[in-house]
């Protein structure tokens, strides 16, 4: 079965770095947009950044634009967030997802990913 699995989440201080991972198995990875979702207590979950089926295009929210990079290696099936300059507003548990459809159009909307992984928290103090 398909298994989205992130890690690197942890406890930060503000401006600290952090690299989230997410490792995929039994889908063909290659064929499948990735994405990354965020959600803090008590609010929403909230679409943080996407990357295409190959490496040459990325999406991010507003509000992570020039901190935040996502990158994928298909040889490893893995997709990855490496997160600058945090801030305690980006405290939340962060959830990988894969996208089948792979268009930008559906990149930012949750209910086009077809996997999800099992969250990663991540918490940075002021």
């Known amino acids: 079965q398909v298994q989205l699995v992130e890690s690197g989440g942890g406890l930060v201080q503000a401006g600290d770095s952090l690299r989230l991972n997410c490792a995929a198995s039994g889908l063909t990875f290659s064929n499948y947009a990735m994405g990354w979702f965020r959600q803090a207590p008590g609010k929403e979950r909230e679409f943080v950044a996407a990357?295409?089926?190959?490496?040459?295009?990325?999406y991010y929210a507003d509000s992570v634009k020039g901190r935040f990079t996502c990158s994928r290696d298909n040889a490893k099936n893995t997709v990855y967030l490496q997160m600058n300059s945090l801030k305690p507003e980006d405290t939340s548990v962060y959830y990988c997802a894969a996208q089948r459809v792979g268009l930008s159009l559906f990149y930012y909307t949750e209910r086009f990913y077809n996997y999800w992984g099992q969250g990663t928290q991540v918490t940075v103090s002021s």
């Open positions: 990357i295409g089926r190959t490496d040459d295009s990325t």
